[in-house]
T-cell receptor
Framework: SQTIHQWPATLVQPVGSPLSLECTVE??????LYWYRQAAGRGLQLLFY??????ISSEVPQNLSASRPQDRQFILSSKKLLLSDSGFYLC?????????FGEGSRLTVL | AQSVAQPEDQVNVAEGNPLTVKCTYS??????LFWYVQYPNRGLQFLLK??????LVKGSYGFEAEFNKSQTSFHLKKPSALVSDSALYFC????????????FGSGTQLTVLP
């Protein structure tokens, strides 16, 4: 069966520090991969999606970037975090219609 | 363009009563519609989807949803609510013919009162 892993689950970072969140999917091949951010426990904002290795589409201009170095690995990064980057980050995958989500990474920027 | 609206931020229902969480959508092509549930500090869990076929879709945990093309709605329902159903519910839509990503509603907080 397919599984998705996100880490770290929680992190607290100072303003201006770098960020790396990692997501891996097991049990499937060539998935579409997505990064969402959820602020204040509500709406989901699509940040990036990828249909293949090295192929990244950005939905909003911001302080973040994404990379897909392997078929089932999706990384969210920042060189210098801002206070506004705080939130709950969710990775998701699909090979069909519905998305399947990881358990999320909660980022607090101080 | 695709969009989805959840008109209620909060729905309260007594345990054992039927529940409805509302969703309306807008797409230019054929709608693919989804419901997800989120418990505190967890990821979203898939409940059910409508792609084509029967307008009444059954999903996990006794939930069902009815696709209504004329009203562009996809309301989530359950005949008898449980306290454990209390959570945040998201409706999502994708333009089946062209879009690669889902658009999510703003979420509805369901509280089932004992």
């Amino acid at each position: 069966s397919q599984t998705i892993h996100q880490w770290p689950a929680t992190l607290v970072q100072p303003v201006g520090s770098p960020l790396s969140l990692e997501c891996t999917v097991e049990g499937t091949s060539n998935p579409n991969l997505y990064w969402y951010r959820q602020a204040a426990g509500r709406g989901l904002q699509l940040l990036f999606y990828s249909v293949g290795i090295g192929q990244i589409s950005s939905e909003v201009p911001q302080n973040l970037s994404a990379s897909r170095p392997q078929d089932r690995q999706f990384i969210l990064s920042s060189k210098k975090l801002l206070l506004s980057d705080s939130g709950f980050y969710l990775c998701a995958w699909t090979t069909g219609a519905e998305l399947f989500f990881g358990e999320g990474s909660r980022l607090t920027v101080l | 363009a695709q969009s989805v609206a959840q008109p209620e931020d909060q729905v309260n229902v007594a345990e054992g009563n039927p529940l409805t969480v509302k969703c309306t959508y807008s797409v230019s092509g054929n709608p693919y519609l989804f419901w997800y549930v989120q418990y505190p500090n967890r990821g979203l869990q898939f409940l059910l989807k409508y792609i084509t076929g029967d307008n009444l879709v059954k999903g996990s945990y006794g939930f069902e949803a009815e696709f209504n093309k004329s009203q562009t709605s996809f309301h989530l329902k359950k005949p008898s609510a449980l306290v454990s159903d209390s959570a945040l519910y998201f409706c999502a839509v994708r333009d089946g013919g062209s879009a690669r990503q889902l658009t999510f509603g703003s979420g509805t907080q369901l509280t089932v009162l004992p």
